[in-house]
C-alpha cells in the first residue's frame, strides 16, 4: 500500500540501526559520518496532524524537520507512535513501520541537507482510540527537538439550547376601526408540554382599545393560529389613537411577553 520500499518494510529499526543502516547505506555517507562524529547534531521537529473521527478513523500528520546541525548527505527520522496509529500511505521519504516504530528515510533523490535547511514529510494513517502524537523524534538517532501542534480535538459540537416556547402574532402592528373590530393571530412556537393560557392586556395608550378574550392552546393546536379580537371603541375625539399590548401567559416559563401595537382609524 505504499508503505515504503518492500526492502524496509517491516523491518525493526531501533534509531541506532537505523543510523547504522543509513551509515552502511553507501561510502559517502560512511565517509559523511566518519567526518561528521564530532562535528554538531541537532535537528528541530514540527509535527502537525489533521484527524478526523471519534473513536477511531483517519488522520494525515506533516512532519517539518529542520536540520540543525551540520550538512546531511542522508537521514534517517525515527518516531514512535504512543497509540495504535498506523500509517498507510507516506510521502516525500521512504516510510516503514514495525508496531509502534515508525522510519522514514530519506528518498533517493533527498539525502543532502544543508545545515539549517527545514524539508518536510508527511504521511496518512489510521488509528483507534485516540491518536496522541509521537514525541520521540529523532534524526540520524539524535533526539530532536519538537514542536506539536494538535489538531483541535473534534469536540462534540455544544448541543444547541432547546428553542423556547414563545407565543407569536402577527401583525404586530394592526389597524382596527372606530366603532369595530379587527384581530391578530396568535399561535405558539413550539408544541408546549400541557394547555396555554395566553392573556393579553393593554400596557399603555388609547382606552378606547381592547384586546381579548385569552385564548387557550393545546399541544394539539399551538401551531394553529387562533385570532384575537381588538375592539376600537367609537370615541369622542377625531385622532387616531393607538395602543401597545402584551400578550404572555403564566404557563410559560420566562419572559414569555410578546408586544404589539393596535392603531385605531378614527371616524370623527
Ligand atoms: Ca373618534
Ligand atoms: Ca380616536
Known sequence: MGLGKGSLRNRVLTSAAATALLAAGTGAVMGTAAASADAAAGCAVTYTSHTWGTSSGGFTAFIDITN??????????????????????????QWSQSGPLVTARNPTWGGSVPSGKTFGIGFNGTWTGSNPPPTDFALNGVPCTVKLV??????????????????????????????????????????????????????????????????????????????????????????????TFDSRSSQITGSSAFLWEAVEQDDD
Open 150 to 243: 494538535p489538531s483541535p480535538t473534534p469536540s462534540p459540537s455544544p448541543s444547541p439550547s432547546p428553542p423556547r416556547l414563545r407565543i407569536l402574532i402577527s401583525p404586530s402592528d394592526l389597524t382596527v376601526p372606530e366603532g369595530g373590530t379587527a384581530s391578530v393571530q396568535v399561535r405558539l412556537s413550539q408544541r408546549p408540554p400541557g394547555n396555554v393560557i395566553v392573556g393579553t392586556a393593554r400596557v399603555y395608550g388609547d382606552t378606547s382599545l381592547s384586546a381579548g378574550p385569552p385564548l387557550t392552546f393545546t399541544p394539539d393546536n399551538w401551531d394553529v393560529p387562533q385570532p384575537l379580537t381588538v375592539t376600537a371603541a367609537e370615541d369622542d375625539d377625531a385622532v387616531n389613537g393607538s395602543a
Open 68 to 93: 540543525t546541525g551540520d550538512p546531511l548527505s542522508g537521514w534517517a527520522l525515527t518516531f514512535t507512535f504512543p497509540g495504535t496509529q498506523r500509517i498507510t500511505t507516506g510521502f516525500s521519504a
